[in-house]
C-alpha cells in the first residue's frame, strides 16, 4: 500500500455544486453579505474604542468578538467567492491546512470570548457592587489573552495530529472550504485520534461552555426578576437577550454540526451549517447587538453627529 500512494499538493473545492446562473446569483448574494459583515463589525470595533463610554469591560470583550468575526469570515469567504466565479476551484495542500487551522483557531477564540461575555454579565447584575473589582481592567485583559492563546494552542494540536497522517487521496473535497471533517476524509489511514480529540474538543470547548452559559443566565434571571427598577430590569434584559441570541445561533449551530449524529447531517446539509456560522453569524452579530443596545445606538448617534458637525 505504502508503494501505490499518491501523496496531494492540490485539492479541488467542489463548493455548492449548482449551475452557473445559481452559482452567479451566489456570488453577488455572498459578496452583499461579506461586506456587510466587514462593515457592521468594523463600525462596532469602531464605536468602541472612539466612545469613551464604551470603555467598559462588556464593550472590551465586544470588540474582540467583532476581530473574531471579521477573521473568522475573512479566513473562509473570499476563497468561496473566488471559487463560484471560477472553474478551477483549486487550493495547494499547505494553504488548505493553514484555512483549517485558522478557523478552528478562530471558533474556538469565539466560543470562549462569548462565555467571558456572559460571565461579565452575570457579575454586573448579580453582583454589582463587586463588579469593579471582580471584572478589572487586568481581569479582563488576562481573560482576552488566555482566550486567545489556550485557541491557538488547542488549533495547533489539531494541525499536529491532521499533519501526522498520511494524505493520499481523493483529491477532492465536497466542501467550499479546508473544514476539519472534510479534510480527515482526503487521509489514507484511520483517523479515529483525530475524530476522539475532535469530540474532547467539542466538549470542553461547546458543551462545557454552554452550560456554564445557562447556569450564568438561569442566575442572571433570577436576579433580573428581583430588580425594583423597571428602567433597571429593561436595561438588563436588552443586554442580556442580545447575548443570548449571539450564543444560540454560534454554539447551537456548531453543535448540530460536530455533535449530532452523522445521518442527521449530510453533506450538503453540512455545507448550509458552515455556511450559517461562517458567514451568516458574523454578519448577524454587529446588528442585534446595535439593534437591540441602547448604548451601541446612542454611541453611534453620537458619532454621526460629531460627523455633522465637522
Known amino acids: 500500500m505504502e508503494g501505490n500512494q499518491t501523496w496531494i499538493t492540490d485539492i479541488t473545492l ?37 466612545d469613551s463610554k464604551l ?3 462588556m464593550y472590551f470583550f465586544l470588540s474582540h468578538l467583532a476581530i473574531v468575526d471579521m477573521s473568522y469570515a475573512s479566513n473562509n469567504v473570499p476563497k468561496m467567492l473566488t471559487n463560484l466565479m471560477n472553474k478551477k476551484r483549486t487550493i495547494s495542500f499547505l494553504p488548505c491546512i493553514m484555512q483549517t487551522f485558522l478557523y478552528l483557531a478562530f471558533a474556538h477564540i469565539e466560543c470562549l470570548i462569548l462565555v467571558v461575555m ?47 497522517l498520511p494524505f493520499c487521496g481523493p483529491h477532492e473535497i465536497n466542501h467550499f472550504f479546508c473544514e476539519i471533517l472534510s479534510v480527515l476524509k482526503l487521509a489514507c489511514t484511520d483517523t479515529w485520534l483525530n475524530q ?37 430590569r429593561r436595561k438588563a434584559f436588552s443586554t442580556c437577550s442580545s447575548h443570548l441570541c449571539v450564543m444560540g445561533l454560534f454554539f447551537g449551530s456548531a453543535i ?29 452579530n454587529p446588528l442585534i447587538y446595535s439593534l437591540r443596545n441602547a448604548e451601541v445606538k446612542g454611541a453611534l448617534r453620537r458619532a454621526l453627529r460629531k460627523e455633522r458637525l465637522t
Not at 134 to 144: G, K
Not at 262 to 271: A, G, I, L, N, V
Request: proline residues 4%.
Open 55 to 57: 470603555h467598559t469591560p
Open 256 to 284: 448540530v454540526m460536530y455533535m449530532a449524529p452523522k445521518s442527521r447531517h449530510p453533506e450538503e446539509q453540512q455545507k448550509v451549517l458552515s455556511l450559517f456560522y461562517s458567514l451568516f453569524n458574523p454578519m448577524l
Open 196 to 232: 476522539i480529540v475532535i469530540f474532547a474538543a467539542c466538549v470542553f470547548i461547546l458543551v462545557g461552555p454552554l452550560c456554564l452559559v445557562l447556569v450564568s443566565y438561569s442566575c442572571i434571571l433570577v436576579a433580573m426578576l428581583r430588580i425594583q427598577s423597571g428602567e433597571g
Open 118 to 164: 456572559s460571565c461579565d454579565r452575570y457579575v454586573a447584575i448579580c453582583h454589582p457592587l463587586r463588579y469593579n473589582v471582580l471584572m478589572s481592567w487586568r481581569v479582563c485583559t488576562v481573560l482576552a489573552v488566555a482566550s486567545w492563546v489556550f485557541s491557538f494552542l488547542l488549533a495547533l494540536v489539531h494541525l499536529v495530529l491532521i499533519l501526522r
Open 14 to 50: 467542489l463548493g455548492f455544486q449548482v449551475g452557473s446562473a445559481l452559482e452567479i446569483l451566489l456570488c453577488g448574494l455572498f459578496s452583499v453579505f461579506y461586506t456587510l459583515t466587514l462593515l457592521g463589525n468594523g463600525v462596532i470595533f469602531g464605536i468602541i474604542c472612539l
